[in-house]
């Protein structure tokens, strides 16, 4: 079975960046949308970050300092965070639309997550 395997997270100063990967365990078809997601500890999971073949989107609160790119060829979606502050710490999720056979439709997956703190 297919799942998303995420790396990259850790622990990184104020100001300090990190970037993070996801992609696919095993083979697929083809991959659609991408995107990163978080969950602090109490509160909801958010979008940070959404990629298509059209163009991206980002949560106010990261536009500026995290730039969500993708690898077609590797079916792979990264999100390189800069600046960070200690209000980023989180875990981060991603999430693809993926086609496992041709035929076999549109799903959506999501990674297992990863940490992210940021702190002095």
């Known amino acids: 079975q297919v799942q998303l395997v995420e790396s990259g997270g850790g622990l990184v100063q104020p100001g300090g960046s990190l970037r993070l990967s996801c992609a696919p365990s095993g083979s697929i078809w083809s991959a659609g949308a991408m995107g990163w997601y978080r969950q602090a500890p109490g509160k909801q999971r958010e979008l940070v970050a959404s990629?298509?073949?059209?163009?991206?989107n980002y949560a106010d609160s990261v536009r500026g300092r995290f730039t969500i790119s993708r690898d077609n060829a590797a079916n792979t979606a990264y999100l390189q965070m800069d600046s960070l502050k200690p209000e980023d710490t989180a875990v981060y999720y991603c999430?693809?639309?993926?086609?496992?056979?041709?035929?076999?439709?549109?799903?959506?997956?999501w990674g297992q997550g990863t940490q992210v703190t940021v702190s002095s």
């Open positions: 999430k693809m639309e993926l086609w496992i056979t041709e035929f076999g439709g549109r799903h959506d997956y």
């Open positions: 990629i298509t073949f059209e163009g991206t």
